[in-house]
């Protein structure tokens, strides 16, 4: 039997298959089960914590630009 995983979960597994190694963002009320699913995978997905979302945005786009890897902010 198949093990049904949640929308959350989903969302960090298709990140992994992305090839996706950091995000940036920080959580909240609305997205803080992503966060625990991410927490699930912390060896794989590595978080970085910003004070608000715009530093978040300049943080991805800049991390994008110098590596050529996904820049993710959440």
Known sequence: MK?????????VECLLEQGVEYIFGYPGGQIIDTFDALYEKRGQIKQILTAHEQGASHAADGYARVSGKPGVVI
């Open 3 to 11: 093990k049904q995983l949640k929308g959350c979960q989903i969302i």
